[in-house]
């Protein structure tokens, strides 16, 4: 039997990122994801890595642009306004096709908001969170398990395609704590010969660098990375379902949301309401195929949301607006209980919005 451990969904993510090859950490503290520099801080000088408090946000991610261009497993972490002072460096990475890992434990906003449970950094992380066309692989660990395995994958993925993954989480599952496990971590090691590690006179040295000046030029690599994102969203997308094989209404939530509305779920069986669940694991890519084949099946969709339904435009996306999507959602900090995604299960099931 593999040996679990009670840990906190932050330190969690911490762990596995040690045990997935990360050496250099760079952040900022801010609630609720502290724990994950402060574990950080703790263990990275007992076994020969690099932890640094920089003097903000913008400053933390452009030392990750640094130590990926080099070729290293590195990360950072922080919270929503925190990761929106990054944005110009999540381009730049992104721009450079250099991986690098990237840890958004959300709070309430806009703005400072509150340092409750949010989902509203949605559209921010999805859609590339700077500016430019690019995308980020986004991971939406709904356990404290996923903190841990989600984290190893996203380090494997950043690799593997050379672009950024970012595991989107909540200040609930940061903090609550859960009996997992590491023995089934699986790491994975890609060859890096674009890395700037010195050419000991031994080939061309390497440029890292995200300045195209000749239009033509800057074209041609956006055109090449939007191919690798084809092969991503065909490759990667991940998704869990629960009760969908005779389904009539499919819930679709994520993260803390999704471990309410597996309840609400089991609740509208017990009234006989064929109710499902699809589970997002990666938000981008979004699982559209599965969203797609749900579509020819039931007869409305319920996205159980902490945000004001950022979400929903992916699911209509992704169903070619076939069924209607109806919305449960609290915003601000609040989550909903599971009474509540029930009332909705039963007047989606009614065709009521």
């Given at each position: 039997?593999?040996e ?29 994801q ?12 007992k ?15 452009n ?39 990237v ?10 908001g ?15 969170g ?45 903090q ?23 050419t ?85 890519p ?23 339904g950022q ?28 009474d ?14």
């Amino acid at each position: 039997m593999a040996e679990r451990v009670l840990m906190k969904g932050n330190e969690a993510i911490a762990e596995a990122a040690i045990q997935a090859g990360c050496r250099h950490y760079f952040g900022y503290p801010i609630t609720p994801q502290t724990e994950v520099a402060a574990y950080m801080a703790k263990k990275m000088p007992k076994i020969g890595g690099v932890f640094l408090q920089a003097e903000s946000e913008v400053a933390s991610i452009n030392m990750v642009y640094g130590a990926a261009a080099a070729g290293m497993r590195v990360m950072t972490s922080s919270s929503s306004p925190g990761i929106s002072l990054m944005g110009e460096g999540l381009s730049y990475i992104a721009g450079s096709d250099v991986p690098a890992f990237v840890v958004n434990v959300q709070r309430g906003g806009p703005g400072l908001g509150g340092i409750q449970p949010s989902q509203s950094d949605y559209f921010q992380a999805t859609r590339g969170g700077g500016h430019g066309d690019y995308h980020m692989i986004v991971l939406a660990p709904a356990s404290v398990q996923e903190m841990a395995s989600l984290t190893v994958k996203g380090f494997n993925l950043a690799d593997k395609y050379s672009m950024i993954a970012m595991i989107l989480a909540d200040g609930t599952i940061g903090q609550m704590m859960e009996p997992i496990s590491f023995e089934d971590v699986e790491v994975e090691h890609y060859d890096k010969p674009w890395a700037l590690t010195g050419t000991e006179c031994k080939r061309k040295h390497n440029i890292v660098n995200s300045l195209y000046l000749q239009p033509d030029v800057l074209e041609k690599k956006n055109f090449e990375r939007y191919e690798k994102y084809k092969v991503v969203e065909a490759s990667e997308a991940l998704h869990e379902s629960y009760l969908m094989d005779d389904a009539d209404v499919c819930v679709v939530a994520f993260g803390i949301a999704a471990r309410v509305a597996k309840n609400a779920v089991v609740a509208a069986r017990g009234e006989g309401i064929k109710a499902g669940m699809i589970r997002p694991i990666t938000l981008w890519p979004f699982p559209k195929q599965a969203l797609s084949q749900a579509a020819d099946q039931v007869k409305s969709f319920l996205s159980v949301e902490l945000s004001m339904g950022q979400m929903v435009e992916d699911i209509q996306l992704a169903t070619g607006c076939r069924r209607p999507v109806s919305l449960c959602n609290r915003v601000g900090g609040m989550i909903p209980s599971p009474d509540q995604v029930l009332e909705s299960i039963r007047k989606a099931a009614k065709g009521e919005n």
